[in-house]
């Protein structure tokens, strides 16, 4: 059954009509969409365990700290997405996902989110990074299935352009957890969820 239904999966998606479709929206929305926002640390908790034993820190000697700032850059070309979150002197997220989409079977439902996601095998293993948008919500993982080291990001908009966040890094020995309070400089948020919105109504995306 399950066989099946992947080879309907794939005649759907090589139909003229849908091809088409996509293409057709490809062309139309190859410019550069991109937004920025400045995010404030307001507090950070590091724990790693060496011999048994805690250790809690507030920073890394040389990093990031309670009341520097981090920046946020998420932009959109295509079918692609890119997200970055960064310091002067580190990288937290660096990284492009591609649209997921599902073929339209059933009753349509309305989009409330866009999923994105990139899935890689390399030396160390399978990274699997996801992330779902809305306008008022957007999450991303990475996770690696050798545990490297898994990265988390959540952002909530609480006002206007301003929002919130928590970025957690959960790797071998110990786990790093940052807040954020966030204010656009340039907020693209819900006019790249309209764009992917607006992909098709061959497809939808999966709730």
Request: aromatic letters at 12%.
């Amino acid at each position: 059954m399950k066989n099946i239904l992947v080879t309907i999966c794939l005649l759907l998606f090589n139909m003229p009509g849908i091809a088409s479709a996509s293409s057709k929206w490809l062309e139309k929305n190859q410019e550069l969409i991109e937004g920025t926002m400045k995010c404030k640390i307001t507090d950070q908790i590091i724990i790693e365990v060496k011999d048994g034993q805690p250790k809690r820190y507030s920073h890394y000697t040389k990093y990031a700290k309670i009341g520097d700032s981090l920046i946020l850059n998420y932009s959109s070309t295509g079918e692609k997405i890119k997200i970055i979150l960064k310091h002067p002197k580190e990288d937290y997220i660096d990284t492009e996902l591609g649209l997921k989409r599902q073929p339209l079977f059933f009753k349509r439902h309305k989009i409330t989110r866009i999923k994105f996601e990139n899935v890689k095998d390399v030396a160390d293993g399978i990274f699997t990074r996801r992330m779902n948008w809305s306008n008022n919500k957007i999450d991303f993982s990475m996770m690696s299935s050798l545990f490297v080291g898994n990265i988390y990001l959540v952002m909530d908009r609480y006002y206007k352009s301003d929002w919130s966040g928590i970025f957690t890094s959960v790797h071998l020995g110990g786990t790093q957890t940052i807040t954020l309070d966030c204010r656009h400089s340039s907020d693209k948020v819900e006019e790249i969820f309209d764009r992917y919105k607006l992909y098709s109504d061959k497809f939808r995306y999966r709730d």
